[in-house]
C-alpha cells in the first residue's frame, strides 16, 4: 500500500489496483483552532456565569443554562468545521467508539485546553483591574469559587469516592447522548445535535455542582485550576482521570454494540489496471 501526493492510498499488488480515498474536509489546523475558539466559548459563558453567579443572583440554575448555551453556540459556529468536541472526554470517547482517528486526538486536547485557559485567563485580567473585587479575596480565591474540587472545596464538602464517581457517570453519559445524535442512524439529523448536547451539559453539570462544581470536562477544570489557589491544581488529576474514565465506558459499549455504519470508514473504488504489452 503506498500513498500518492493527494492522500489516495493505493494497493500495488495484483492485477487490479484498490484505491482508498480519505474524505476532504478542514485542515487539522482548522480543526484545532476551531475547537480552541468554541472551548473558549464554553468556559466564557459557563465559568462566567459561575464567576458571577453570586453577584447576579442566578444561582445554579442560570450557572447550568450558561454551560448549555456556550455549547449550543460554539457547536453552531464551529460544528462544520471540527464537530466541536469542546471537550477532552468527547475527543477521547468518540476515538474509543471508533468514530473519530487517533492521530487527531492530541491536536483536539491541545486546542481545547488552550481555549479553556485563555478564557479563565481573561476573566483572571479583567477582575484583577478592577478594586471592587479586592473585598473578595485575591483574584486567585476568585477563581477557585468556578474551579472544581472536592473534601472541602467541595461545594457541599462531597469527599473524593463521591465527587469521582459523579463526573465518571455524567461524563459517561454525555459522550453517550453525543454518539447516538451524531449517529447515521440518528432520526433526529444532525441540525438537532447542537441543542440536545447542549441540554445535556446544562443539566449534568446542574446535577454535578453540589458534589464537585461540576467539571464534566477536563479542559474546563484545567482552564480554572490555573489560574486559582494551588489546590485547584493538586486535584485536578481527578477531573482528567473521572471523565476520560466514563468517556471510554461509553466509548467501548457504543464500539460494540452500536451500528457499525458509525465506524470510521474510507470510500473503497475498484479500478481496473491496463496493461500494456
Given at each position: 500500500?503506498?500513498?500518492?501526493?493527494?492522500?489516495?492510498?493505493?494497493?500495488?499488488?495484483?492485477?487490479?489496483?484498490?484505491?482508498?480515498?480519505?474524505?476532504?474536509?478542514?485542515?487539522?489546523?482548522?480543526?484545532?483552532?476551531?475547537?480552541?475558539?468554541?472551548?473558549?466559548?464554553?468556559?466564557?459563558?459557563g465559568v462566567g456565569a459561575a464567576l458571577f453567579s453570586p453577584i447576579g443572583d442566578w444561582g445554579a440554575l442560570g450557572v447550568a443554562f450558561g454551560f448549555a448555551l456556550g455549547v449550543m453556540i460554539a457547536a453552531l459556529i464551529f460544528g462544520g468545521i471540527s464537530g466541536a468536541h469542546l471537550n477532552?472526554?468527547?475527543?477521547?470517547?468518540l476515538w474509543i467508539a471508533g468514530r473519530f482517528p487517533g492521530r487527531d486526538v492530541g491536536p483536539y486536547v491541545a486546542g481545547q485546553i488552550v481555549g479553556a485557559i485563555a478564557a479563565a485567563g481573561m476573566f483572571s485580567v479583567l477582575v484583577a483591574s478592577n478594586p471592587l473585587y479586592d473585598q473578595l479575596g485575591t483574584t486567585r480565591e476568585f477563581l477557585g469559587s468556578a474551579s472544581n474540587g472536592f473534601g472541602e472545596h467541595s461545594p457541599t464538602q462531597f469527599g473524593l469516592a463521591a465527587g469521582a464517581l459523579i463526573e465518571i457517570l455524567i461524563a459517561a453519559l454525555l459522550v453517550s447522548v453525543?454518539?447516538?445524535?451524531?449517529?447515521?442512524?440518528?432520526?433526529a439529523g444532525a441540525a438537532a445535535a447542537p441543542f440536545a448536547i447542549g441540554l445535556t451539559v446544562g443539566f449534568l453539570v446542574l446535577v454535578a455542582i453540589p458534589f464537585t462544581n461540576g467539571a464534566?470536562?477536563?479542559?474546563?477544570?484545567?482552564?480554572?485550576?490555573?489560574?486559582?489557589?494551588?489546590?485547584?491544581?493538586?486535584?485536578?488529576?481527578?477531573f482528567w482521570f473521572a471523565p476520560l474514565l466514563g468517556a471510554a465506558i461509553?466509548?467501548?459499549?457504543?464500539?460494540?454494540f452500536g451500528p457499525r455504519e458509525?465506524?470510521?470508514?474510507?470510500?473503497?473504488?475498484?479500478?481496473?489496471?491496463?496493461?500494456?504489452?
Open positions: 500500500m503506498s500513498e500518492s501526493e493527494n492522500g489516495v492510498m493505493h494497493d500495488e499488488g495484483g492485477d487490479d489496483a484498490m484505491v482508498v480515498e480519505e474524505a476532504r474536509g478542514p485542515s487539522l489546523v482548522a480543526r484545532t483552532v476551531a475547537e480552541a475558539a468554541g472551548t473558549f466559548i464554553l468556559v466564557f459563558m477532552p472526554a468527547v475527543t477521547f470517547g453525543v454518539l447516538s445524535v451524531t449517529s447515521v442512524t440518528a432520526k464534566l470536562n477536563p479542559a474546563r477544570a484545567t482552564g480554572t485550576a490555573v489560574w486559582a489557589d494551588s489546590w485547584a491544581i493538586e486535584q485536578l488529576w481527578v461509553a466509548g467501548v459499549l457504543f464500539r460494540a458509525d465506524m470510521l470508514s474510507f470510500t473503497v473504488v475498484e479500478t481496473i489496471e491496463i496493461v500494456e504489452d
